[in-house]
């Protein structure tokens, strides 16, 4: 009886000590997933060159910015005369009004302050990559796709850019 | 257990009761424990998992809602916005700069730091606190996808007490519930203990009323468990015995009654016989002296078998319960005195007899016990033989002596035995072997008894007591 006694304390003891010093432990180095992103201390504009070809553009912005930023930028300096670049749109009528951007991990819309007179198809994927590059340099899924509407009612996309794998 | 600890544990926690309450009590708790620690442990690592992610979560998207604000390369002021942004207490580093609130840079090991520089993704690790410190490096993504330390790396601490105090809370209610459990146990031990306890009673009663010779004792059989199989057992066992208790009384009121029977068929042909012998014993003057020699043989003979027969008679009397007393007034000093004349013993018995004592018991049966005692003492010790009668209010006392060997060992208490001989080579003796068995039935039948004993420095003793104002009494 004595030996019961004993195993009778011993296991009312086990039961308060792993209900009181079962807390929240020390820990050694825990994997967290992820770690963020999206500084950068340029950004890119795509451009194109003598055959119409696409062409990235780095310029030092000091940070990485929105995708609204940068098309905003690719607007206001629609052309690059330094490294002859040009762009395939015209900004003359634009005169001030910025593109607005609403922007999902899947889905970029873009609407341009411009008419389908304005921009051609490759004026659109100069849009296209660089709201892709921005979205992607976010850190933001590189499978990402882009709608373009224009302010004649087109609606252009989804797409994809041809120069960013 | 052994005997020496049993002796130290208390009588009240030897029984089936306390045991079978301590059983139940103990596995409640193990159970209740068990469960409990389980629970708890599956809640705990839980609660504390989904903190961890959540605080991992928080911060990712508070860092990230700003990296593409951050000038780069960052100077002190976007430091401190990183570090605002992230929310107190965190540090914001980048090489030498460091920008800090709330948060000790002691307090981030060597070892978090490490993983945070070399492994390129959020890591984390919980210090006493209980706290938790998030650690990662904010990365550059290029735009092929790949990424690669921007150099700036975000430090957070996270207080885990909101958890602890969830998980204090969870053991407190899982330690409630076992403690609610145990007066369930033991109400249920305490009904499982009745529920095996009575059975048991019912059975020490049964036993007791067993040992007390009513052997139509019978138990009631319930159920069919292990319990009632041993009731049935132990009626089986009942009605054995009274069956065998009732075979033996049977044969031996036969023995009885086959003796009471032989006894009274041979009284009547030994009254002729005893007739016969006394008409001889009359013609033995003119016999020739071997005649004579044998017809005195046979006279005594006769004499012999008639006492033996009537002995016999007295016995079946007493073994039949027929036998009575008849109470009548005596005075006892002249009783005995007359009993000593009759027999011719007056000179050969010394009588101490102070005064008179008139009493009220069978004249007949004293008359039989003492001639007995005395006659015994006369024939098997050495005289002197002395009889001492004394009497106070309620019992008297009839002590005869003798100066002979005494009775050795065990013959104290066999002398009263039916024909018992304390000398085995001497099978025929005077007496018919009944006479001391036959006085202490007498004395019994008065209510008293007869002891026999040796006197110190004397020889035999024998103690006749009996109480001195007799009632009627039924011998058995």
Partial sequence: ?165 | MSPGRRAVVPRWLRGLRVRLILAFVLVTVLGAAVAAWASYASTSTSLVDEAQQRAVTDVRHRVGAITADLTMPPDQATLDRLRTAVGAPAMATYRQLSSSDGMEPGLVTAELRGAVRDRRELVMQRVAGPKLIIGTPVLTTALDGTRSPSGIEVYVLRDLAPVQQQMDASARSAALTSALALPLAILLALLAARGVLRPVREMRTAARRLAVHDLSTRLRVRGVDELADLAGTFNHMAAELQGSVAELRRMESDARRFVADVSHELRTPLTTLTAVVEVLEDETEAMSPNARASALLAVQETRKLTRLVEDLIEVSRFDAGAARTRPEEVELRQAVTDCLRSRGWLDAVELDAPEPIDAVLDRRRFDVVVANLVGNALRHGEPPVRLRLRADEREVEVEVTDHGPGLPGDLATRVFERFYKADAARTRSEGSGLGLAIAAENARLHGGDIAAGNLPGAGARFVLRLPRYAEEVTGT
């Fill in chain 1, 1 to 165: 009886m004595i030996r019961r006694s004993a195993v009778l304390l011993g296991t009312f003891g086990l039961l308060m000590a792993t209900l009181t010093a079962c807390g929240v432990e020390p820990s050694g180095v825990l994997h967290g997933g992820e770690a963020p992103t999206g500084v950068s201390p340029t950004t890119t504009l795509y451009y194109l060159g003598d055959q119409g070809n696409l062409v990235p553009d780095v310029r030092r912005t000091e940070r990485l910015g929105t995708v609204t930023d940068a098309l905003a930028l690719l607007m206001r300096s629609s052309q690059n005369t330094e490294r002859g670049l040009h762009s395939a749109f015209n900004t003359r009528s634009a005169d001030g009004h910025s593109p607005q951007v609403t922007e999902s991990d899947e889905l970029i819309t873009v609407v341009l302050p411009l008419a389908s007179y304005e921009i051609g198809s490759l004026g659109v994927d100069q849009f296209v990559c660089t709201a892709l590059g921005v979205h992607r340099q976010a850190g933001r899924p590189a499978d990402a796709k882009v709608v373009v509407t224009l302010t004649t009612g087109e609606r252009l996309g989804p797409r994809t850019c041809p120069v960013l794998r």
